[in-house]
């Protein structure tokens, strides 16, 4: 029920104008869904855009360091969207309430990912692993491949981790989501959205192809996104 309804209020909220340029079946096919990243109204606004066969089995992942940063995000984060939540800063950046929640019978043991400094290299790929667990054999995901929010809409390089994602699981279905106008909506460093029109646009799906190098990928994935701009 109030995934639902949070569902709606997204889209009220956002103006948001949902299109598929191909029908994405079946619903319970394993994908990571991948946007650009404006704010951090973005996984929502495509969670909320998911059908809900789709949107039940997909989990964005996030940073824990904002979600899990006041009860009404915890509780979002962790209830409603079952969030797989990246511990930027290691677990002893989780404290108080937030530890608390982190370990809560009512939270998967899955949901607070930790990671290693962002230059560790091995560390970032056991980040990666941790996804994948989470993700097992049914779960989608929702991620943004530039790794930050984009100031002014630019769509940054993308870094490595889907990519390093794909080579652990190689069937996975990849299925861009452009997001328009979002920047305005709710400007990094914002708290509150402004109510605007939006657009969501879901591309037709992808997978890694075999002995794809790193570049290759990375620069087809983002010329997708790019081409779903010009939509």
Known sequence: MI?????RLARVIAGASVRFTVPLEPPERQRAYFGNHTSHLDFILIWSALPAEARVR???VAGADYWMRGRVRRYLATRVFHAVLIDRGGHGALTGHAREESSSRHVRDDTVVPSQVR???????????AIS???GDGTSIIVFPEGTRSPDGTLLP???GLYHLCQ???????????LDNMTR???KGEVLPVPLLSRVTFGAPLRMEMGEAKRAFNDRMRDAL???REQ
Request: charged share 30%.
């Open 168 to 178: 652990l699981k190689p069937e996975l279905e990849l299925v861009p989501v452009y």
């Open 133 to 135: 667990r989470a993700m």
């Open 119 to 129: 230059d560790d290299a091995r560390g970032a790929m056991r980040t990666i692993e």
């Open 58 to 60: 997909t989990r964005p």
């Open 3 to 7: 995934e639902r309804a949070l569902a």
């Open 185 to 187: 909506i709710l400007p």
């Open 226 to 228: 790019l081409a779903l």
């Open 158 to 160: 993308f870094r490595s």
